[in-house]
């Protein structure tokens, strides 16, 4: 409008847009239709780039992420590797303590390259905050090709923890794994390592230790609960023990009596 005011003719009206009522039009049609096309070529572009930001934003979060080292959830002992006995054509066990060490309650379950020979007690579970429990691992010995003893060295075989956080109450399945792939955390990669069983050694002690704890802990969980409260008998009836000691010292009293008499 500034550049059309200093570029009009000097008339005595001053009326320049009735001069050229078809151009007027024209021009203030396709000066519409051109800022229309301009604001929505300004609305499309905002909107593209800020999908492409959304995008970006997105994708670096997520390298990101895969960048960070992963928050430990729990604590193993040992914490890289697990130990055997090395006893060829004997199933040998090991023995690792897993904490959890968050504040919520966590899954974990176990992955071999090895499922043939190797199996794990208990495979998973669920562990609430600050508890533990020491895993039994067993493990067949195959006898070496060429008698050479693998003692004190690594095996091929390896071992992998996971975690996984749930919620209080959650059941423990090894699906759970499947349906949240996204929130899973490889906590460890274990290897294999034989040790001299007629040799003695700090590690050797320690998985003895370890293994008499995961006895210990399995037998009292085999044991069935001691029963402190009365005995309920049928649809709420309850028993007094010592009521019922009682009635029964009483009945042998009066027998006693009788027979005396």
């Known amino acids: 409008m500034a550049i059309a005011d200093h570029h009009k003719p000097h ?3 001053g009326k320049l847009w009735k001069l050229c009522p078809f151009w007027q039009s024209g021009t203030i049609s396709s000066s519409s239709s051109s800022t229309q ?32 080292p992963a928050r430990r959830r729990l604590r193993l002992d040992p914490a890289n590797n697990l130990y055997f006995p090395y006893e060829p054509g004997k199933q040998v066990k090991s023995a690792v303590k897993i904490k959890n060490t968050s504040k919520s309650y966590v899954a974990f379950k176990f992955q071999t390259t090895a499922p043939k ?19 039994t691992v067993f493990k067949f010995v195959e006898h070496p090709e060429n008698n050479e003893k693998p003692v004190d060295q690594k095996s091929k075989v390896k071992f992998k923890i996971m975690s996984l956080k749930v919620k209080e109450g959650t059941d423990y399945v090894p ?11 490889i906590e460890r990669v274990l290897r294999v390592v034989f040790l001299d069983p007629e040799r003695p050694s700090p590690a050797l002690e320690k998985l003895k230790r370890q293994l008499a704890e995961a006895e210990a802990a399995l037998e009292s969980r085999k044991k069935p609960p001691v029963e402190t409260g009365p005995k309920v008998v049928g649809e709420g009836l309850v028993i007094d023990e010592w009521k019922e000691r009682r009635e029964k010292y009483l009945a042998r009293q009066q027998v006693e009596a009788v027979d005396s008499v």
């Not at 199996?119 to 020491?134: A, C, D, F, K, T």
């Not at 699906?175 to 955390?185: A, I, N």
Request: include cysteine.
């Open 11 to 13: 008339n005595s009206d």
């Open 37 to 68: 096309n301009l604001h929505s070529q300004n609305h499309s572009h905002q909107n593209g780039v800020g999908s492409n930001i959304s995008r970006s934003s997105t994708s670096v979060t997520s390298v990101a992420r895969s960048l960070l």
């Open 117 to 135: 020979s190797c199996y794990m007690r208990p495979p998973g579970g669920i562990l609430e905050p600050g508890e533990s429990v020491i895993a």
């Open 175 to 185: 699906e759970l794994f499947d349906e949240q792939k996204d929130q899973v955390t």
